[in-house]
């Protein structure tokens, strides 16, 4: 009973130690990134690109890897060791090494988690076009859009442009579809014109054939009269 008491005096000591120094080291993080955010301007020249005063893709670095820190330490062995409390009595060197490897992989399973969502998201070239659009901003007088409390206005107002540049987008196919349908109607009609003259023109190529043997046959007849080969 001593043996454990003393432990979770010693256990709550660690914890209230590793509570205020990773709130120490948080407090320290946000106000490296408040400054960096409020203060952009410092030690840089006013004909400079906003762009140039802080990169946010090294501030998400930076905010992440303190994050990390804070996870770990919030990770302790001693925490570790009293939710396994039977194999720390077991082994404590075994629970110290699992402990250990545990935030091995831990870390390096975040780390490789945050780069792929970097790579996969194309995170630099969406804070590049914030920077883009925060630029925008400042040269635009008029001010932002806010939400008027009323659902149907906001999602008329948000959907209303779209929703017009879609029906001129429609419209502009429907002409092309509408030109393209009048020029194959123009081919076609001009396609049975052709082949009403082709039939045109062998109907009288066979009016002149016929008229021809007629004549032939006549003709025949009246020189090779049928009683002269009569015998």
Same mark, same amino acid.
């Given at each position: 009973m001593?043996?454990?008491?003393?432990?979770?005096?010693?256990?709550?000591?660690?914890n209230?130690?590793?509570?205020?120094?990773?709130?120490?080291?948080?407090?320290?993080a946000?106000?490296?990134?408040s400054?960096?955010?409020?203060?952009?301007?410092?030690?840089?020249?006013?004909?400079?690109e906003?762009?140039?005063?802080y990169?946010r893709l090294?501030?998400f670095?930076?905010?992440?890897?303190?994050?990390?820190?804070k996870?770990?330490?919030h990770?302790?062995?001693?925490?570790?060791?009293?939710?396994?409390? +039977?194999l %720390?009595? $077991?082994?404590?060197?075994? /629970?110290?090494?699992?402990? &250990?490897q545990?935030i091995? *992989?831990?870390?390096?399973?975040?780390?490789?988690?945050?780069?792929?969502?970097i790579e996969?998201?194309a995170?630099?070239?969406?804070?590049?076009?914030?920077?883009?659009?925060?630029r925008?901003?400042k040269?635009?007088?008029?001010?932002?859009?806010?939400?008027?409390?009323?659902?149907?206005?906001?999602?008329?107002s948000f959907m209303? +442009?779209y %929703?017009? $540049?879609q029906?001129?987008? /429609?419209?502009?196919e429907? &002409?092309k579809i509408?030109? *393209?349908?009048?020029?194959?109607?123009?081919?076609?009609?001009?396609g049975?014109?052709?082949i009403a003259?082709?039939?045109?023109?062998i109907?009288?190529?066979?009016?002149?054939?016929?008229?021809?043997?007629?004549e032939?046959?006549?003709?025949?007849?009246?020189l090779?009269?049928?009683?002269?080969?009569?015998?």
């Open positions: 001593e043996e454990s008491g003393a432990a979770t005096q010693g256990e709550a000591g660690n209230t130690c590793v509570r205020d120094s990773a709130e120490n080291q948080t407090n320290e946000a106000g490296e990134v400054s960096q955010v409020s203060d952009p301007g410092a030690g840089r020249k006013p004909d400079e906003p762009g140039a005063r990169n090294k501030l670095d930076k905010v992440m890897q303190k994050s990390l820190e996870l770990i330490e990770a302790s062995f001693n925490r570790f060791a009293s939710t396994f409390r +039977p %720390y009595k $077991k082994n404590p060197q075994r /629970m110290e090494s699992i402990h &250990k545990f091995e *992989e831990l870390q390096k399973a975040i780390q490789d988690d945050t780069s792929r969502l996969e998201g995170l630099e070239a969406k804070l590049n076009e914030l920077d883009k659009l925060e925008a901003a040269k635009n007088p008029q001010p932002a859009w806010r939400p008027t409390g009323i659902p149907e206005q906001d999602v008329c209303m +442009p %929703y017009q $540049k029906e001129a987008y /429609m419209r502009l429907l &002409k509408q030109a *393209e349908n009048a020029a194959l109607a123009q081919k076609v009609l001009a049975r014109e052709s003259q082709t039939e045109n023109c109907s009288e190529a066979v009016d002149e054939w016929k008229a021809s043997v007629t032939f046959e006549k003709l025949a007849s009246s090779c009269p049928a009683d002269v080969f009569n015998v």
